[in-house]
């Protein structure tokens, strides 16, 4: 299995793949298709300016596709978007010459490029350190201008010295977008998103949606102003175009990484700033260089004006992080980035990394698997952050514990009408809410006298001790200290459990409420390696067709254990154990088990003297 860092380096590799193959598919579009709207359909200037409609239509909708699509997450929703721009170019290069049918073409192309281009700079940033987002985008967007460069060289020499066919060239150019898809597909969806969120348009954001819309309206005019100058007004052929795009993927190379620097050297406002003051110019000379210059010498002007607007689109990279510095949540970046006007995509390892807590833990172990007292603090910064958010943990405090009561009242219920009561009642232990849930209400009969003899096990992972090996003392509910005091049974809040597949028993604590009971000795806690547990589900799934979480399989290796005892003394024994949760979606922990690359891991006692002297420190004050 992978690493963490590993995973990215990979990831951004293929990313940067893609990349590079939508630079080859791009150069074809750009090279070719005015000359083939021109040559084929013979499009006058208000026809060419219609077909904008359905051309730039998916970027209107594109906020419905996206969030359409929201579960997926964005790398697979990239995926999808180079799958359909290939079918729309492959289309082009084969239908009739039909302008409904060309006209549905560009449509299904448009629409696949449009979903994409939010996703390429949210997902680029993802790979970025913070404060070097702008770099980053620069080399990834620098690999795909290579591509440009080399695409539109060979498709100029084959421009030049062979009869290439219109259906040849989108032909190849589908077949770019169809590698860059797969490229795409074999990235790690992990960067996924979990519930869609609200649909987000804030004044906050105004400024961006204000720079969105110019930029959209200059973007139109341009695309369709400039090229129509140059082939209708100027009568210049399809190698010209080419030309002129092989100059623009040229400075590209160089421009990219530059913008890039300067934004994260100046900030996106003065190079935003900037930007405009040269499209100002450009208007100007567009406007008045046909009338007041020779033809030879208007062309030149008027091309170069193109090549300059064209290389000028590497400022999209600013407007991304532009919304990244202003944004109120890291969830709102995506849908920013489509225009405001969409799902946010919620993507926990962004979410992770706009909070100091995981910043932090990340700068002292870049692999860190993170914790629930992580997932605390993270949760607790983050509702600081805004004022229109509260937080109520929701596990480990008492009022959890008495909701979940539920669970032991419904059991007691069960029992009645089995006409049998329970010997012995045992729960997986994480935080104490599932545990306290199904225990209390036994424990509460038998303070009362109503039950006698009854016995309460405890379960946790031999991996994390709290209760076996912790200390019974004040100490915080999270890693970063925002939170209250409480007594129980702790490893240290800066304790980092390891990476066993029970994930929500990786906890340094344990509910004061549990913790008291366990030091009152009314509940006896049990620890168990992890293997074991596995054996026991292994057995369960076998005998009674029911595939058990990694976190209720420590219960279930403790009731096998007890079971497996009353039978040899030959006594009956009435077991009642938490099954807590199914293990469909951790089927990746059953295959290392069978596989036989999951090990024990017992926590070393000198790793928990280290933590709990930590904590000495932290509570000097006191």
Known sequence: MLSTTERDARDMRLFILASVLMGLGGCVNSSVFNNYLKDVFDLDVARRTFLEFPRELPGFLVSFFVASLAMMGEVRIAFVANLVASAGMMALGWIPASFALMVTSVFIFSSGIHIYMPLGNSIGMAFAQKGREGSVLGKI???GTLALVLG???LL???????LSYRAAFSAGAVFYLAAALAMLSMSPRRSPGKPRRMVIKRTYSRYYLLSVLFGAR???FITFGPWMIIDLFKQPVQTMTLLFLIISVLGIGLQPLVGRLTDRFGPRTVLGGEALLTIGICVLYAFAPELLPTGAALVVVSACYVIDQGANAVSM???????QIAEDAGDISPQVLGGLGYALFDQSKLDESVKTFRDALAKDPDSLGSLGMAVSEAVEDAFQHADTNYSLGSFLNHVLMHQTVIGLEAQQQFKMAGDYPDVVIGCCGGGSNFGGLTFPFLGEKFRGEKQGIRILGVEPAACPSMTKGAYRYDFIDV???????KMHTLGHTFMPPGIHAGGLRYHGMSPLVSQFVEEGHVQPVAVPQVACFQAAELFAKTEGIIVAPESSHALRVAVDEALKAKAENRETAILFGLSGHGFLDLGAYESYL???LVDYELPDEQIK????????DLSFA
């Open 219 to 221: 973007k139109q005019f």
């Open 318 to 324: 600013t407007r991304a992080v532009f919304v990244s």
């Open 480 to 486: 970063a200290k925002l939170t209250p005091l409480v």
């Open 157 to 163: 020499a084959l421009l030049r010295f062979t009869h």
């Open 610 to 617: 280290a933590t709990l002297a930590e904590l000495d420190g």
């Open 141 to 143: 967007s620098a690999a």
């Open 152 to 154: 539109s060289a060979i």
């Open 595 to 597: 596989d036989g690359s």
